[in-house]
C-alpha cells in the first residue's frame, strides 16, 4: 500500500512535535508564536517589538538575553513576508543549548495541517505545541448529526475542524391543527411529515457523508434522534458510532456534541488498531505476509517486499544510518551491512529513533507507516514480541 498524503502530514508532524518537546529552556525563553492568515503581519511585528522591550526587564541576565535574542530572529524572519499561508504559519524560536556557557538560538517553522484559528505568542520553559496537536489528534473523519423535530445540522469532523455541509428545517413536530381535520388524518398528516422529514436527513447524509467518513455520532436534545435512528432513514453503509445528547442543534450543538463523543473517538482508533495487530500476530506466527523484527522488516523494505510497516511509537530504540563504501547508498541497518550490496564497507552518518528513521524510509519508498500505541494492551504485545517493528508483506 502506498502512503496516504493526509497520514503522510500528519505523522511527519507528529515527527516534529517529538523533536520540539525533546528541547528545554533553562528559564522561560523559548517562543511559541501562532499567525493565522488573516492576521495582519504588521500587527505581529508591532506586538514582538513591545515584546521585545518589556524582555529588557527581566532579571536573568541569561534569560534576558536568550528572549531578546529570539524576538530578533523571529523579527528578521518575518520582515520578507508580506502574508502567511492560507493555513497560517506556527514559529518556534529560542536558545536550545545545555551548556550555560553556549548560545544555540535557533527558529522552527511549521505550515499547519488545517487553518489556524488564534492568534498567539507564548513564552515559556517548552514550545507550546497543544493548538498544533488537536489538528492531528483524531485520525479520521467522522459524519456529526444534531437534530430535533425542528431542525438538524450535518457536519463533517476532521481533525479538529467542523465544517458544515448541510442545514434543514421541518414543521413535522409541530403541533399546529387545522380547523376541521379529524384527530386520525391529522395525526397521519403529521407522521407522513415526520417520516419525511427523516428521509430528508437521510438523503442529506447519502449526498454529503457517504464514501468520506468513517463513522456517524448523532446527537440532539429530546427523543427525536432515537426515533430517527430507530427508523433507519438513512444508508445501511454508515456505521453509527454513539448517540449523545446535546442542548443544541446548531454550530453550538455540534461542538458540544464532539466535546462529548471523545470517549467515542478514541475507542473507534482503538479497536482499529487491535483488529490491526491481531491480523499481524495471525500472519507472523503462521508462517503467513507478516514478517517482524528490524533487521528482517529492513530487509523486506529494501527488497520491495513490505507493504505495509508497523513501527511501534514507544520502542525507545535507535536506528544507525550508513552510507556504503561500495555502492555508495545510504540506507538504515540492523547488521553493520549495506541494505543493498550487503557490503561491510560502510560508514556512519547519524543515529535515529526507530519511528523517525522507519518513517523516513516509508516515505523514501512510499510504503504505508502506521504508528502502534505502546499504551495500549496489543501495542504492549506488540513491542514485546515483535521487537516493536514488523510489516505486512506483498509476497513470501
Known amino acids: 500500500m502506498v502512503m496516504d498524503e493526509t497520514l503522510k502530514t500528519r505523522y511527519i508532524m507528529e515527527r516534529e512535535f517529538r523533536r520540539m518537546k525533546a ?9 511559541s508564536l501562532y499567525i493565522p492568515e488573516t ?5 505581529i511585528s508591532n506586538m514582538l517589538r513591545s515584546e521585545y522591550s518589556q524582555a529588557s526587564n527581566i532579571k536573568s541576565k541569561a534569560t534576558r538575553k536568550n528572549v531578546m535574542a529570539a524576538i530578533d530572529k523571529i523579527l528578521n524572519y518575518l520582515r520578507p513576508f508580506n502574508k502567511v499561508g492560507k493555513n497560517g504559519m506556527a514559529l518556534f524560536c529560542g536558545n536550545i543549548s545545555r551548556d550555560d556557557s553556549v ?12 487553518p489556524l484559528e488564534v492568534q498567539l505568542y507564548r513564552c515559556d520553559s517548552k514550545f507550546f505545541m497543544e493548538p498544533l496537536e488537536r489538528m492531528v489528534e483524531i485520525k479520521n473523519a467522522y459524519g456529526l448529526v444534531v437534530m430535533d423535530g425542528r431542525e438538524a445540522t450535518i457536519a463533517i469532523l476532521k481533525g479538529t475542524n467542523i465544517n458544515i455541509v448541510k442545514k434543514m428545517n421541518s414543521t413535522a413536530h409541530a403541533k399546529i391543527r387545522k380547523g376541521g381535520q379529524s384527530a386520525r388524518r391529522f395525526e397521519r398528516l403529521i407522521q407522513e411529515s415526520i417520516d419525511l422529514y427523516y428521509t430528508r436527513i437521510g438523503e442529506a447524509m447519502d449526498e454529503h457523508l457517504l464514501g468520506r467518513i468513517d463513522g456517524v455520532i448523532v446527537g440532539g436534545p429530546g427523543p427525536t434522534k432515537d426515533f430517527f435512528l430507530r427508523a433507519k432513514s438513512f444508508n445501511y453503509q454508515f456505521k453509527i458510532i454513539g448517540m449523545v445528547d446535546t442542548g443544541y442543534t446548531d454550530e453550538y450543538g455540534l461542538r458540544e456534541l464532539v466535546e462529548k463523543a471523545k470517549e467515542l ?22 508462517n503467513g505476509l507478516a514478517t517482524y523484527g528490524l533487521e528482517k522488516t529492513l530487509r523486506a523494505i529494501y527488497k520491495n517486499q513490505a ?9 525507545g530504540f535507535r536506528v ?13 541497518s540492523a547488521d553493520n551491512r549495506c541494505q543493498l550490496c550487503q557490503s561491510e564497507n560502510i560508514s556512519l552518518l547519524e543515529e535515529k529513533p526507530l519511528e523517525d528513521a522507519m518513517l523516513d524510509l516509508a516515505i523514501e519508498k512510499n510504503i504505508e507507516y502506521v504508528p502502534v500505541s505502546g499504551k495500549s494492551a496489543e501495542g504492549k504485545q506488540f513491542l514485546m514480541g515483535f521487537q516493536g517493528i514488523g510489516a505486512f508483506l506483498r509476497y513470501r
Do not use: M, W
Open 320 to 332: 544507525r544510518q550508513y552510507k556504503c563504501g561500495e555502492c555508495t547508498s545510504i540506507s538504515f
Open 23 to 31: 528541547h528545554e529552556g533553562s528559564g522561560t525563553e523559548l517562543i
Open 39 to 43: 492576521y495582519p503581519l504588521g500587527n
Open 265 to 286: 473517538l478514541a475507542e473507534q482508533e482503538i479497536v482499529k488498531e487491535r483488529e490491526l495487530i491481531e491480523r499481524f500476530v495471525k500472519e507472523a506466527s503462521g
Open 103 to 114: 548560545t544555540d538560538v535557533i527558529l522552527f517553522k511549521i505550515v499547519p495541517p488545517q
Open 307 to 315: 507493504d505495509r510497516i508497523l513501527v511501534s511509537d514507544d520502542s
